[in-house]
């Protein structure tokens, strides 16, 4: 997994440039699932095909009292389906997530901070 500081990444969620980070770092990784999956014929032919089970994963905390949490907190309870921009600003370089979800948010029994995990089948529409 990769890790970016806050100070150099940007996270845009359906339009709403997040804030109120809890930890400095964000991490951003793929599934360790096979990136191809081989498909066999009846005559012994096979065919390479994406593996549809492997996934972005994209993590980063956040303060329980930022603005930005509650709204994630909501998506979440509502399964809403959209596009996280991850912005490099250091580099200029620009991830776009599509068809991505959040499929966890952290204990609230901690009253500091929420691990946020967003999950994606698509980076770069590939």
């Not at 360790?32 to 065919?47: C, D, P």
């Not at 596009?83 to 599509?98: H, M, P």
Request: hydrophobic share 35%; aromatic share 8%; with cysteine.
């Amino acid at each position: 997994m990769a890790s970016f500081s806050i100070k150099n990444i940007e996270l845009v969620w359906r339009g709403i440039t997040l804030t109120g980070f809890a930890s400095s770092k964000v991490e951003v990784g793929q599934s360790e699932a096979a990136s191809v999956t081989t498909i066999y014929g009846l005559a012994g032919e096979s065919l390479n095909v994406p593996n549809p089970k492997r996934a972005w994963t994209i993590k980063s905390s956040f303060h329980a009292f930022s603005v930005s949490y509650p709204i994630l907190e909501q998506d979440n309870l509502n399964h809403v389906e959209d596009t996280l921009i991850v912005r490099d600003l250091n580099s200029g370089t620009t991830d776009t997530f599509t068809k991505c979800v959040i499929t966890s948010i952290g204990n609230k029994r901690d009253g500091g901070e929420r691990l946020v995990t967003w999950s994606a089948p698509l980076r770069n529409s590939r």
